[in-house]
């Protein structure tokens, strides 16, 4: 079950547009994204993703699956 989870998050990324991987760019975006954090989800989550997408990162989302207990899952692609 963890692994079709994954594969759901990875079939998201990948139809993303995201810039390739800029480290410094991250960074920044990381501040940015910290100043927004008391934004209410609803503004708070598109602009984090459209900030990591510039920077190269693809930030999804995967609702959880029935009695699979986990929380959250980075991977390197």
Not at 1 to 21: F, H, N, P, T
Request: charged content about 25%; glycine content about 4%; some cysteine.
């Amino acid at each position: 079950m963890v692994s079709a989870w994954l594969r759901k998050g990875e079939i998201d990324a990948q139809k993303m547009d995201c810039a390739s991987y800029d480290a410094a760019r991250f960074r920044a975006a990381l501040i940015e994204i910290r100043q927004m954090t008391t934004n209410s989800p609803r503004e708070f989550v598109p602009a984090m993703q459209r900030l990591c997408a510039q920077a190269g990162v693809a930030v999804i989302f995967v609702h959880e699956l029935r009695h699979l207990r986990t929380s959250g899952a980075t991977r390197w692609a």
